[in-house]
């Protein structure tokens, strides 16, 4: 697998269920993000990690809780979501500075259906 | 926090046509991305480019930063090069993306 990997492409959840979204990376990179993209608006940043550490929360509900148990490696759990969640979620990686990101590169992304 | 707004939001061209793309944004920024999202979704990179002046193939990009502005120029346009384009900015983990240019090459 070479880049950034998503899995799964597709997720069809009921309001009640608990699932996860799963990205992957083969870059060599220390920061991950995630985006949620939600039709007629901009890409939202979710959640920013480098090095292990969560760097950035842009006021997301509880609902989505991050994990990043390694740099190569980023989950986003769900929980009791609501229909207006369903979007596209992206994942990105890109090396990290101390003055902000070089380079983002995306994957593929997970569409989500909350019913 | 940081403003970014595309320009034109919609454009059709006949394939073989020119056409510019503009970013603006409302602060000073440590770096700026240019990506094509194709019909599936996926976003390609395009152009890294926090200042200057780059090239790929048809594809160019020029960023001045003091003027807080970045264009992105399609030339020859081909059917592929249809999809969305969003210039995306980073202050410091403030990363944000404008709406995004929606670009029909029709053949």
């Known amino acids: 697998e070479t880049g950034v990997t998503q899995t799964p492409r597709h997720l069809v959840m009921g309001m009640t269920n608990k699932k996860s979204l799963k990205c992957e990376q083969h870059?060599?990179?220390?920061?991950m993000y995630w985006y949620k993209q939600s039709a007629k608006k901009p890409l939202e940043l979710m959640f920013v990690y480098s090095l292990e550490e969560r760097v950035e929360n842009n006021s997301v509900p509880s609902r989505f809780s991050p994990e990043c148990p390694n740099s190569s490696h980023l989950f986003l759990h769900l929980h009791t979501l609501q229909p207006e969640d369903s979007a596209l979620y992206l994942c990105a990686s890109s090396q990290d500075s101390k003055t902000g990101t070089y380079e983002q590169y995306f994957g593929p992304g997970t569409r989500l259906t909350v019913t | 926090g940081i403003q970014v707004e595309q320009s034109p939001p919609d454009l059709i061209l006949q394939e073989g046509a020119n056409s510019t793309l503009r970013c603006n944004f409302s602060d000073s920024v440590n770096n700026l991305q240019w990506f094509h999202q194709n019909p599936w979704g996926q976003l390609i990179n395009l152009f890294y480019?926090?200042?200057g002046t780059k090239q790929n193939g048809r594809l160019s990009a020029t960023t001045v930063a003091t003027e807080r502005y970045s264009l992105l120029y399609i030339s020859s346009s081909q059917t592929t090069d249809s999809g969305v384009y969003f210039c995306?900015?980073?202050?410091?983990?403030?990363?944000?993306f404008g709406s995004g240019t929606r670009l029909l090459v029709r053949p």
């Open positions: 995306q900015v980073d202050s410091s983990y403030k990363l944000i």
């Open positions: 480019i926090p200042s």
């Open positions: 870059l060599g990179h220390n920061a």
